[in-house]
């Protein structure tokens, strides 16, 4: 076996528990799903789905059919529904076989999933964001008419604002639900759910905020930070004044300093925009990003932590909603770029 790797994300799966728990009863009368997409937002959809099952989650939503497959077995496929529907029959066959549920979200993937005699399946009514979703002039197609829809639902493109189109889209959100025929709906993720309760449905969508993001302020008190990544340090070194560090000399060293050489750079997410700016913990301090960020290392300021040693680890400071602030990236990003060398 490799040894250890030098990055880490520790999950605080009571975090997480404990944020499903209360967008469920931000919900009120409507149950709270989970985005389990792109591997639950990167921080690894098979140990995220057992913890959201324990805490009472039922149903879950991926982007891709892999996404499905890495799922079956530890949920029941009647409870995942695939975004992005069948493209082929042959998406078709296997979400059928496998009794997964697809979204449709056009009179084409509606046909390609009644000649594979489909049964339930999800839709998805584009209300105004002109992403996926069936346009709402397509509703009365006698296609639709055939489908057996277990959720209809749409999205919400500007949740986490006070805009008039969230209202817009409620209505026609509304619209649909009287024009077709189905079990459940579904119009709010995780900023929607802070809009109130015309916009519950019966089942919520949250995913960011699942994962310690807040994209409403008003969500704040509520959520608390799930993924911790985790750094080692490589090597130590003491500069001089004058002396500067890492590429095009960005930073240089005003008088004697200590800092570190951690094992981490933009091919693992921590992209170049933290140069200067971000900053990791030890020792119960904040210690500053130096110098550009590279490839597979980025160097901080051991000044203020003199017992931080080669080997030992530093926490990236990494709370989203400051992080964000702090880089411009946006809080989905943050999540997502984390790359595949850090074991989760």
């Known amino acids: 076996m490799p040894p250890e790797a030098p990055l880490r994300i520790t999950l605080d799966c009571a975090a997480l528990a404990a944020n499903w728990s209360a967008l469920d009863a931000l919900s009120g009368s409507a149950s709270a799903g989970a985005a389990l997409k792109a591997d639950a937002y990167g921080l690894g959809a098979r ?101 057996q829809i277990e959720v209809l639902m749409s999205h919400l493109a500007s949740a986490d604002e006070n805009s008039p189109q969230n209202e817009l889209q409620r209505q026609r959100w509304q619209q649909a639900r009287v024009h077709l025929p189905h079990r459940r709906a ?32 008003d969500l704040g008190a509520k959520i608390r930070q799930v993924a911790y990544p985790e750094a080692q340090i490589i090597q130590v070194r003491e500069l001089q004044a004058g002396d500067s560090v890492g590429y095009n000399a960005t930073f240089t060293a005003s008088g004697p300093m200590r800092i570190g050489v951690v094992n981490l750079g933009y091919a693992d997410g921590y992209l170049r925009c933290w140069s200067g700016k971000g900053a990791m913990q030890g020792e119960g301090q904040t210690l500053p990003v130096l110098g550009r960020v590279s490839m597979d290392m980025t160097v901080i300021d051991l000044t203020a932590a003199p017992a931080l040693g080669e080997g030992e680890w530093v926490e990236l400071a990494y709370a989203l909603p400051e992080a964000s602030r702090i880089s411009g990236l946006s809080q989905y990003e943050l999540l997502t770029a984390l790359g595949r060398r850090f074991p989760r």
């Open 186 to 217: 579904s119009l709010a993720n995780s900023a929607g759910i802070a809009l109130g309760a015309a916009y519950h449905g019966d089942l919520t969508r949250p995913g960011l905020a699942l994962y310690g993001g807040v994209p409403r302020d």
């Open 47 to 147: 140990r995220i789905a057992p913890v959201l099952l324990d805490a009472g989650c039922r149903d879950f939503f991926v982007a891709h059919w892999a996404e499905a497959a890495e799922l079956i077995g530890l949920i029941a496929p009647q409870q995942i529904a695939v975004l992005h529907g069948p493209q082929s029959p042959a998406d078709a066959g296997f979400a059928r076989d496998a009794g997964l549920r697809p979204v449709i979200n056009s009179l084409h993937q509606a046909r390609i999933w009644q000649e594979a005699d489909g049964g339930l399946c999800d839709l998805m009514i584009d209300t105004g964001i002109n992403r996926l979703g069936l346009p709402m002039a397509d509703m009365g197609d006698p296609i639709i008419a055939g489908l």
